[in-house]
């Protein structure tokens, strides 16, 4: 499934997580597979645990468009096989009920290709590149748009100010919800 969504992680480092989830009753192994007793516990161990992305650089852009419209274009400008998503604090609105923001951040794996876009004034996306791959992680297509994944919306937006944080807490409920 990790895989599936993006993700690699070695068996072994699978097995050793899963020993320790085990051991703090947060999960439960059994003859129909793995069984998720507390996915709020598993939730504020991944929210302590969270680091943000390593951004090696960031440009700020203008694209064309207006609002959330502006971050499509990066499906043409992007160069194959280079790949961006929403950040996770910009795709809020996604998630939860926000107001519409001017200037959206997204994470992308070549800035150099959007060059061409560069805008120090009168930007409307930030691309900040990162090397890390979990930004990238289970990213939810939709309508030429990358949305981070709720998880890491929730936890990039329960790093931020207080408004940010109450965004958090709905996106929160909301994955908790799914998991009942």
Do not use: H
């Amino acid at each position: 499934s990790i895989e599936a969504l993006g993700g690699s992680l070695s068996l072994s480092a699978v097995s050793k997580v899963l020993k320790g989830l085990q051991d703090e009753l947060i999960i439960e192994k059994g003859p129909k597979g793995i069984t998720l007793l507390q996915p709020d516990k598993l939730l504020q161990k991944l929210e302590a645990g969270y680091r943000p992305p390593k951004i090696s650089s960031a440009l700020k852009l203008r694209l064309p468009g207006e609002g959330i419209e502006a971050v499509t274009a990066l499906n043409t400008a992007m160069a194959s096989p280079a790949r961006w998503v929403l950040s996770g604090e910009s795709s809020g609105l996604r998630y939860a009920v926000m107001a519409d923001t001017s200037v959206f951040k997204v994470y992308v794996t070549d800035c150099m290709a959007l060059l061409q876009y560069q805008n120090e004034q009168f930007y409307n996306v930030v691309a900040q590149q990162t090397e890390d791959s979990f930004p990238y992680f289970d990213a939810q297509a939709e309508r030429d748009r990358a949305w981070a994944s709720p998880i890491q919306c929730y936890l990039e937006l329960s790093k931020l100010d207080k408004r940010e944080r109450e965004i958090a807490a709905t996106v929160r409920e909301a994955i908790l919800k799914k998991l009942k």
